[in-house]
């Protein structure tokens, strides 16, 4: 079994296009590795000036949405083509920030998921649960339902090429991380669904990132975990600090 390693940042809101292009190549130097992905998720109107701030690099440059019809009458909206035709090979979908403050649901992710998978786009998956849900005890239950709905009707050649992140939303840039047997927990139990859904040779390839105040300190420990393949970085994946994680 031999899952890569993915390092990935989520800029969310932050930086314009003039940013972009600073911060990749003060990043450029840091971020250097063979036997990791690492990709930089950014704001749509930075996607093009990235793509060209990180050519000839081993940054590869995602988008944080995308919408699940091909093009029409959806103002505001990025379709999947206007990404592969840029050379987008990745997109975040479901992040807790757009279930929250959008009202994306289960079913829009589970729609845009298959429209990824259409256009050769990998999609970062994201599920978390909130405090309360955590102080509840349902963490588990609440996450293979996002995780159940969000995977309907995607076939297994395409489930394996999956990257699923568990961001727990009290941990999600209020420098609580995670502890390591939390996050391990909940992303074996992630592993454990998609074995139940597809078997086991996807549940090997499949990859399962943690994120939630992910930082220097924090990475090494999370990422040694056996069901961890990797971290969605948000505060720290726009610094210096981010060359360390991806080396962890
Ligand atoms: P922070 O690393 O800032 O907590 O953000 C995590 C996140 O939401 C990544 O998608």
Redesign the pocket.
């Known amino acids: 079994m031999s899952r890569r390693i993915v390092a990935?940042?989520?800029w969310?809101m932050n930086k314009t296009p003039a940013e972009a292009r600073e911060l990749i190549a003060e990043l450029t130097p840091l971020v250097k590795s063979d036997e990791k992905d690492v990709i930089f998720?950014v704001p749509a109107i930075d996607i093009v000036p990235a793509l060209e701030a990180a050519d000839g690099t081993n940054i590869k440059i995602g988008a944080q949405n995308m919408y699940f019809e091909e093009s029409g009458a959806y103002t505001g909206e990025i379709s999947p083509q206007m990404l592969t035709d840029v050379g987008v090979e990745y997109v975040?979908l479901g992040?807790?920030?757009r279930r929250g403050y959008f009202h994306e649901t289960n079913e829009d992710i589970n729609r845009k998921a298959l429209k990824a998978f259409e256009h050769g786009i990998t999609p970062i998956i994201?599920c978390g649960e909130s405090l309360e849900q955590r102080e509840q005890g349902i963490t588990i239950d609440w996450i293979r339902q996002q995780i159940k709905v969000a995977f309907q009707n995607v076939s297994a050649e395409d489930a394996s090429k999956a990257i699923v992140?568990y961001?727990p939303i009290w941990?999600?840039?209020?420098?609580k991380?995670a502890t390591t047997e939390q996050a391990q927990e909940v992303c074996g139990a992630i592993r454990a669904l998609i074995k139940e859904l597809y078997g086991d040779s996807v549940a090997e390839e499949i990859r399962i990132l943690y994120?939630?105040?992910?930082?220097a300190k924090t990475a090494p420990d999370l990422f040694a975990q056996p069901d961890i393949d990797g971290?969605?970085?948000?505060?720290?994946?726009l610094k210096a600090e981010f060359g360390d994680i991806v080396k962890a």
């Open positions: 990935a940042g989520n969310k998720c975040i992040h807790s920030e994201c992140a961001e941990a999600i840039g209020t420098g991380t994120g939630g105040s992910v930082n971290g969605l970085v948000g505060g720290a994946s």
